[in-house]
């Protein structure tokens, strides 16, 4: 067992050994957690025991046996690095972003993959109790912020009704759903305890108690509780409305619920197919609906590397900082376009684009009509290419893996060699696509390599930073040519009519917004709700996918597997 100070370690063990037994389906337990005094508090689990709405329709799939679908579930985990921040900032209207400095986060596919997020660390532990304090101290020395949280006094010393009312409102919004009694009794005894025992004011208290809610497992950990496990692994049950409001709020604005939609959850409406659709509009519509955009679309197309990715201003000075931000904006406003201009998937590597501002100097050397779509964006083609030149290897594998869904599996143990070193680690100015036909004749290397590097030929018209040109460094001539799934290519304009053929490419946006939205790999189960994502959305707009998806039962609804009993 580690040995950590203070009140931090008691939030650590006390939220992992939730963590731990919440993996496997718990009725709504006792969390324990601690900040700022000298015991620790139990605030219960949840929100299933907050019930909420009227019964939720189920909608299988067409010509599937009902009794053979698994919608899935979600299982405990934190919160991602940017939902916190989100979540701290649309709570307490702070401009500090904790989650900055917190560990980063590893896994696969998207950030809001559940499973690295089920544990906690110790480092984890009293970052959150760090962020905690930092965050009510700012909040309270800003009197506009502080008058939103502390909304009344005391009538008199021992009067908890105000302090009551103060955390109702704000665990309300803080952990997605009403306090129960037993928290509500269980926080207000922290309260009155920091009054007699820290010697502090009424709102010296209050901050105290904030501070113990963010960093309760309540706030911290995305949590839905099964009632009766025997029953929630033997069939599916429907979320109640707080549950659904909380994965449509994740999901889109990648923080808590606002008011109308905890208001709505409270009513029962948010159990109303029609209700939740016109919610999606709503929280896409809202000033927090871009942070979808960002999110979704920069991690599914690895559009996120970016942001670490580096240039040789040496072979490439027009690169900057102001070029990457500019990059970034590019990239925001075609994703744009499939989420806030109804255009539809068929485009998304067709569509004409538009210079960003800060990128005319990329641009301009474009002939009439040769750079469109995704494929064309100088976001994608810098950020998968290395700081000198240009890697088709890895533009391959971003369109063959995330537009496609056609996962590569790399041999184990493979060495790669140093592409840009010949024999006698001398420099070697060979040019890229000369270097991998040549690494193509080591057998190891032939069998991912002849898939995915014709599909980055294709791009070599745009170099390491996107621009367009005719020759290598070495004044070789490009050659855009190569074969894609027996078919012949030359150029984008003959790659991209074999890849929207293939039949992967208009079915795999539903795999991907099933998996960044329910916060798993999808399963072999998933497939049924896949193939009825694919088959009613009919490649419309990614709007138009994010409703089906929520109107979907494995949205709606969740299913133990027997493991977890």
Known sequence: MLERSGH??????????VACSSQSGTKAPTIGVAAGGTSSVGVGGGGAS????????????AGVDPKTLDPGWVPVHRLTNTEYNNTVGDLLGTALKPADFFQAQTGTGFDTNAGPLSGITAANAQAYFDAAKALVDDVFKNPALKAKVVTCTPASASDTACAQTIIKA???????RPIEATELTQLTARYTEALT??????EGAIGHVLRIMLTSAPFLYWIEIDPDLQAAAADKRALNGYELASRLS??????????ALLDLAESGDLTDAATLSAQVDRLLDDPKGPRFVETFFNQWLHVANLGSHQVDAKLYPAWNETMRTAMFADAKAFFSGFVY???????????????GA?????????????????????????????????????????????????????????????????????????NIRTKLQKHRSAPDCAACHNILDPIGFGLESFDAVGKYRTAYENGDPIDTSGVFGGKPFSGLDELIPILTSDEHYATCPSEKILSYTLRRIARVED?????????????????????KLVLSDTFRFRKLPASAL
């Open 8 to 17: 931090a370690a008691a939030i650590g063990l006390l939220a992992l050994s």
């Open 50 to 61: 907050s019930s909420s709405g009227g019964a939720v329709t189920s909608m299988p799939p």
């Open 341 to 355: 201009r109804a255009m539809p998937w068929s485009q998304f590597l067709t569509a004409p684009l538009t210079p």
């Open 197 to 202: 025992t820290l010697g502090k004011d009424h």
């Open 527 to 547: 497939q049924p709700y896949l193939t009825q994502l694919a088959t009613d959305w009919k490649a419309g707009s990614v709007r138009d996918l994010v409703k």
């Open 170 to 176: 704000f665990g309300r919004l803080a952990f997605r």
């Open 250 to 259: 994740l999901a889109l604005w990648g923080s808590l619920p606002d008011t």
């Open 358 to 430: 800060g990128l005319e100097s990329i641009y301009s050397a474009d002939p009439p009509g040769l750079r469109k779509g995704f494929l064309g964006l100088p976001a994608f083609l810098t950020a998968e290419s290395v700081p000198t030149r240009t890697a088709p290897t890895f533009r391959g594998k971003v369109v063959l893996e995330s537009v496609m869904c056609t996962p590569i599996a790399v041999p184990a143990n493979l060495v790669i060699p140093d592409l840009d070193q010949d024999a006698n680690g001398m420099p070697d100015t060979t």
